[in-house]
């Protein structure tokens, strides 16, 4: 009895996960929770949220700093709680798939023939004929395209079985995009950093990364140059990063220029451009001392440009100006007097002593990541696409019955009722075509 009652409590669980309204309501809750994670700023640090959300506002909800990090909501999408909802969900659409679609699929291909007039007359559609050949409402349904089926006196035909079908498919793309994005989430790492160009770097410090996640070790990468392409009124056009990638005995094995919409690619870790930034100057002063100076950005308006302090003595500076990478420096005294006009590698000389700038230093922005179900998520995306459209087509059905010299037709359709009408009518004009060709041959 025991045993029993368990069966049932498991059963009546599962029944619940499988209807319809249940799997309604959680994919609600699942897109009110990614409106929040798209709303609140996700993965900053706890100063960030102190700052935009303090304990005193005036919001309407009052959504402060502590109830963001005591829920998660810095990072809702990594949350036990939003896994929890995922699974769920999951679970639903796989018990809702094989209790409900799938045996729908099954009635589907079954040829259901209505051999009673009563059950005919219930359907909006329907019609009779006073004189009876199957053969010509055989040939006038398949001048319309429908598979037909003959049992004694009864047809049955159908056309559009795909639009039965499709939803299968729906609830499928939907599993395997879920499949794929808890497999990128369990599975997939990101890095992003700031790496000067000709450095080296590793793929370490990774700032997501799922649990089982696997950073490789024998991975090294190298910058080996960054170049920025400019328009005629000095916009930035794009940005260039050449990089290599070496074994752990540094040896080369791909290397690749890439840029904001050309990632490099390989063994299924993406390193995408996202970012730059100028450090700072490299100056030679005299013969042989080097000084690397920092660059402070400044914006004025739509204007950047970057802007450094070096000190001649106790009572002189210097103060170098880049607009861009690609052109001049500008040197101004300590009244703000424009006293040169550099380019890289020319040498001047300032209190007798030789002044060059030899390179402006700069770092590219990379961002590295791995997501082991990215295909798989693409794929459900493209079966889900495909399958919404085909579940527009109509799945519509015609019973026939036939009785002395009598032929009564009913029919119905899932969708699209106006075209189903006009195929039925169709069909009632070719069999009253060619019932009376064959009456008046026969005559």
């Excluded at 896994?83 to 769920?88: A, E, G, V």
């Excluded at 319309?144 to 035909?157: I, R, V």
């Excluded at 990063?241 to 070496?246: A, D, R």
Aim: proline share 2%.
């Amino acid at each position: 009895m025991c045993l029993l009652n368990k069966k049932n409590f498991i059963w009546n669980i599962i029944k619940k996960l499988g209807n319809l309204n249940f799997s309604i309501i959680l994919l609600l809750i699942l897109a009110c929770v990614s409106i929040i994670g798209t709303i609140i700023e996700q993965d900053q640090n706890i100063l960030f949220y102190q700052i935009n959300y303090p304990i005193e506002n005036d919001s309407f909800l009052n959504l402060n700093w502590k109830i963001i990090i005591f829920f998660g909501l810095d990072h809702i999408y990594m949350t036990l709680w939003f896994i929890l909802l995922l699974t769920l969900f999951f679970c639903s659409l796989i018990v809702c798939t094989f209790s409900r679609q799938l045996p729908s699929l099954r009635n589907a291909r079954n040829w259901k023939f209505l051999q009673q007039t009563k059950n005919l007359r219930k359907f909006a559609d329907f019609k009779v004929f006073y004189y009876k050949s199957l053969s010509n409402i055989i040939y006038s349904l398949n001048h319309e395209k429908y598979y037909t089926f003959h049992k004694n006196k009864s047809l049955y035909a159908y056309k559009g079985l795909l639009g039965r079908i499709a939803p299968i498919f729906v609830h499928f793309s939907i599993i395997l995009t879920l499949i794929g994005s808890l497999l990128g989430l369990f599975g997939g790492f990101m890095i992003q950093e700031m790496i000067p160009n000709g450095e080296i770097f590793h793929l370490k410090n990774s700032s997501k990364a799922g649990i089982y996640s696997y950073l490789p070790i024998d991975l090294i990468g190298r910058v080996d140059n960054f170049i920025i392409e400019y328009n005629k009124d000095n916009s930035i056009k794009q940005f260039f990063s050449s990089i290599s990638l070496l074994n752990n005995k540094n040896k080369y094995i791909y290397s690749k220029q890439i840029s904001v919409n050309s990632p490099l690619i390989f063994h299924g870790i993406t390193f995408y451009q996202i970012d730059w930034q100028v450090n700072c100057l490299r100056l030679k002063i005299g013969n042989n001392f080097i000084v690397q100076q920092q660059l402070k950005k400044i914006e004025l308006g739509n204007k950047v440009f970057w802007f450094a302090n070096f000190p001649i003595n106790s009572k002189q500076r210097l103060f170098l100006i880049v607009k861009n990478l690609n052109d001049n420096i500008f040197i101004y005294n300590s009244s703000g007097k424009l006293t040169n006009i550099l380019n890289l590698n020319e040498e001047i000389i300032i209190n007798n002593t030789s002044f060059m700038v030899k390179e402006i230093m700069t770092s590219t922005g990379l961002q590295i990541k791995t997501d082991p179900g990215i295909q798989i998520v693409y794929t459900g995306f493209f079966i889900l696409i495909l399958s919404i459209g085909i579940s527009y087509l109509s799945y519509s059905q015609i019973w026939i019955n036939s009785y002395a010299n009598n032929l009564e037709l009913a029919g119905s359709t899932s969708r699209a009722v106006l075209k189903f009408e006009e195929d039925f009518i169709n069909i009632q004009k070719k069999y009253i075509i060619y019932t009376f060709i064959n009456i008046y041959n026969k005559k």
